[in-house]
């Protein structure tokens, strides 16, 4: 059994779909980019740290730390934290293609057991009037996603392409997670 380094319901939900064995234990970390930081080496080192971090007390178990970051224009996009923010964030994804990248590491019993990769897909949005966006930000759906929007949500109408694995828009690659996992024997 692994232990997820995430409170993220779509992260255990994803894993349970999976038939991985997992429990849960939060890694409270700062989450902010670092200055000069590309935005997948960001996603990487947050999901290290988050995986180090719940590690350090349960060091005989293998720890999955995530994160998923959305990026337009090179612009990472976090969770909004404000309906203003979400508006702002949804008018930048309008009518254009953007990037979803999940950092995911691994960390096991042995120091070498430690691996760090992620995942990129791109998703296209159709263009959104304001009065669809601000509707959808009044749902609440947006404000603890990055992004601002949850592709298994409402905002899924929008959104009539992809490239790349849909798991990792939804917070985890699973296939990448899976075979990580495999590799080291931790499943």
């Known amino acids: 059994m692994i232990v997820l380094a995430s409170a993220s319901p779509r992260r255990q939900e994803l894993l349970r779909c999976a038939g991985i064995p997992f429990t849960v234990q939060p890694a409270e970390i700062s989450e902010t980019p670092l200055a000069g930081e590309t935005p997948r080496d960001c996603a990487e080192r947050l999901a290290g740290e988050k995986a180090h971090a719940v590690f350090q007390s349960r060091p005989q ?40 990248i999940t950092g995911v590491c691994i960390v096991g019993p042995v120091a070498s057991n430690t691996k760090t990769a992620s995942e990129t897909t791109l998703v296209t949005f159709c263009e ?60």
């Open 61 to 100: 178990q293998w720890v999955l730390g995530a994160d998923t970051i959305v990026v337009v224009d090179d612009i990472i996009l976090g969770k909004p934290g404000d309906a203003d923010n979400a508006v702002r964030m949804l008018r930048m994804l309008s009518g254009r293609t953007h990037a979803v």
């Open 128 to 187: 959104l009037s304001d009065d669809e966006i601000r509707s959808y930000v009044a749902t609440g759906e947006p404000m603890d996603k990055a992004g601002a929007y949850a592709i298994q949500g409402m905002a899924s109408r929008w959104i009539p392409r992809i490239e790349g694995d849909y798991s990792n828009v939804v917070g985890l690659p699973v296939a990448l997670v899976y075979s990580m996992l495999r590799e080291r024997g931790a499943v």
